[in-house]
Nanobody, 121 residues
Framework: QVQLVESGGGLVQPGGSLRLSCAAS????????VGWYRQAPGKQRELVAD???????NYVDSVKGRFTISRDNPKNTVLLQMNSLKPEDTAVYYC???????????????WGQGTQVIVSS
């Protein structure tokens, strides 16, 4: 099986920075697109940024120029560097990875448990 573990959330003041990490472990053959999603209270979960297996990033307009997604393939890790944080970035952030495992030799989506980000003065 495959597990995703997010870390790096916390409380930060407006204008501050956080770096989220999503680490995959288990019976992994390959990892394709990995995305960071967030869900604020009372709102639907939304895609924030994703990165393809080839390393091509994609961002929602509201975070362009402030967030950077990157991946370290040997470590099966994807990072989300968040700068110039705003109160509206407050949410639980989830990592989703499309993984081909040795358990299932086809692509399957796995989710992490989420990490809380609070931007407040």
């Amino acid at each position: 099986q495959v597990q995703l573990v997010e870390s790096g959330g916390g409380l930060v003041q407006p204008g501050g920075s956080l770096r989220l990490s999503c680490a995959a472990s288990g019976s992994i053959h390959s990892i394709n697109t990995v995305g960071w999603y967030r869900q604020a209270p009372g709102k639907q979960r939304e895609l924030v940024a994703d990165i393809t297996g080839a390393g091509r990033p994609n961002y929602v307009d509201s975070v362009k120029g402030r967030f950077t997604i990157s991946r370290d393939n040997p470590k099966n890790t994807v990072l989300l560097q968040m700068n110039s944080l705003k109160p509206e970035d407050t949410a639980v952030y989830y990592c989703k990875a499309n993984v081909v495992s040795y358990y299932r030799m086809y692509e399957y989506p796995y989710w992490g448990q989420g990490t809380q980000v609070i931007v407040s003065s």
